[in-house]
């Protein structure tokens, strides 16, 4: 065999190889890869009898003014037929009950159902009247605008809004929200501020949250510090031992504390009798571990205070001179203590 007629062979063995080669490669594709989404099963007979009903007593509950019941039927209606009609007066008794942000969501999901063959002109009145009703409701939802202070720009302050983180854009969080009380909340670091908004129908309301922690609500409550007289007895190291110990822990546990009792009133704002919202847990949660945490600032540092006690009144000897002041500090003001 001549060389030309080898390197033929061999050229037509290294294409057959990469032919099988990538027919193997496309073959190995999983078919559902390619395929289509299966398309969602039309409601059976039962499943649409049951929305009627649903429907029908969603109305006549709603025609006489219970509103709450209605709106679970509705909701069950929807949920088993998923047509124009069903969302229209699901999203309307949403609206009748100041719920603005969740009907004109219901709403605007009309729009993007798709239009099926045989659609009834009903049905094609209930987009019309739904689009409608969702622009109406637009105009009514309030906004609230809180602007943080007290943090620089690129802080890594936080913000609620009855319990949903808010995104803070230039020291400003935007939210929209239904009319009605609401629970903010801003924090940074370990300082954290609540408050508490009514919101009014189609208006704008702006709340301002200083974070600075003057005199905030996570401010850190004066530790005593007393400063032990030196002039006249020869303080035992266990009295300053003591004393750090004790300014350490006592505002450790202030400081825990007034977190524990902000996450308690944030819950209690949430919750509704004893049932509350699955969004209050983090909140039970960090609040607990603050508490504990506050607990046991509190005990070591009134540990630490006695430590010192013993160590000044008991172990510090007397020096030769008989007459010492003592300087204090108290959460009520400053003064002098002295002996003769």
């Given at each position: 065999?001549?060389?030309?007629?080898?390197?033929?062979?061999?050229?037509?063995?290294?294409?057959?190889?990469?032919?099988?080669?990538?027919?193997?490669?496309?073959?190995?594709?999983?078919?559902?890869?390619?395929?289509?989404?299966?398309?969602?099963?039309?409601?059976?007979?039962?499943?649409?009898?049951?929305?009627?009903?649903?429907?029908?007593?969603?109305?006549?509950?709603?025609?006489?003014?219970?509103?709450?019941?209605?709106?679970?039927?509705?909701?069950?209606?929807?949920?088993?037929?998923?047509?124009?009609?069903?969302?229209?007066?699901?999203?309307?008794?949403?609206?009748?009950?100041?719920?603005?942000?969740?009907?004109?969501?219901?709403?605007?999901?009309?729009?993007?159902?798709?239009?099926?063959?045989?659609?009834?002109?009903?049905?094609?009145?209930?987009?019309?009247?739904?689009?409608?009703?969702?622009e109406e409701t637009?105009?009514?939802?309030?906004?609230?605008?809180?602007?943080?202070?007290?943090?620089?720009?690129?802080?890594?302050?936080?913000?609620?809004?009855?319990?949903?983180?808010?995104?803070?854009?230039?020291?400003?969080?935007?939210?929209?929200?239904?009319?009605?009380?609401?629970?903010?909340?801003?924090?940074?670091?370990?300082?954290?501020?609540?408050?508490?908004?009514?919101?009014?129908?189609?208006?704008?309301?702006?709340?301002?949250?200083?974070?600075?922690?003057?005199?905030?609500?996570?401010?850190?409550?004066?530790?005593?510090?007393?400063?032990?007289?030196?002039?006249?007895?020869?303080?035992?190291?266990?009295?300053?031992?003591?004393?750090?110990?004790?300014?350490?822990?006592?505002?450790?546990?202030?400081?825990?504390?007034?977190?524990?009792?902000?996450?308690?009133?944030?819950v209690n704002d949430?919750?509704?009798?004893?049932?509350c919202p699955p969004?209050?847990?983090?909140?039970?949660?960090?609040?607990?571990?603050?508490?504990?945490?506050?607990?046991?600032?509190?005990?070591?540092?009134?540990?630490?205070?006695?430590?010192?006690?013993?160590?000044?009144?008991?172990?510090?000897?007397?020096?030769?001179?008989?007459?010492?002041?003592?300087?204090?500090?108290?959460?009520?003001?400053?003064?002098?203590?002295?002996?003769?």
């Open positions: 065999m001549t060389t030309s007629s080898r390197s033929r062979t061999l050229a037509r063995r290294a294409g057959r190889t990469l032919a099988a080669t990538l027919f193997l490669a496309v073959t190995a594709v999983p078919v559902t890869s390619f395929a289509q989404p299966e398309p969602t099963a039309p409601p059976s007979a039962a499943d649409l009898e049951s929305a009627r009903e649903l429907f029908k007593e969603g109305r006549e509950l709603r025609q006489k003014g219970e509103l709450r019941p209605a709106l679970d039927r509705f909701k069950a209606a929807h949920a088993y037929g998923q047509t124009p009609v069903t969302a229209l007066e699901l999203g309307r008794t949403h609206v009748q009950l100041g719920e603005l942000v969740e009907g004109r969501e219901v709403l605007l999901s009309v729009a993007r159902m798709k239009v099926q063959p045989d659609e009834t002109d009903k049905s094609a009145q209930a987009r019309a009247e739904a689009a409608d009703l969702a637009k105009k009514r939802i309030p906004t609230l605008a809180v602007k943080v202070t007290g943090v620089s720009a690129d802080s890594s302050a936080q913000l609620t809004v009855d319990g949903f983180a808010v995104p803070i854009v230039g020291l400003t969080g935007i939210r929209k929200a239904n009319p009605g009380k609401h629970v903010v909340v801003a924090r940074a670091g370990a300082h954290e501020e609540t408050r508490s908004v009514d919101l009014e129908e189609g208006k704008t309301q702006e709340l301002a949250i200083d974070l600075s922690g003057a005199g905030g609500a996570g401010a850190t409550a004066p530790a005593v510090v007393v400063a032990p007289d030196t002039s006249g007895k020869n303080i035992s190291p266990v009295t300053w031992i003591g004393l750090g110990v004790g300014v350490v822990g006592i505002g450790v546990g202030t400081a825990f504390g007034v977190i524990a009792l902000g996450k308690a009133s944030k949430a919750c509704t009798g004893t049932h969004t209050t847990k983090s909140d039970v949660d960090s609040g607990r571990s603050a508490a504990t945490i506050s607990t046991i600032g509190f005990a070591v540092g009134g540990a630490g205070l006695v430590a010192a006690a013993v160590g000044y009144f008991v172990l510090s000897k007397p020096s030769a001179s008989a007459f010492g002041v003592v300087p204090f500090v108290t959460a009520n003001g400053a003064g002098l203590d002295g002996h003769f």
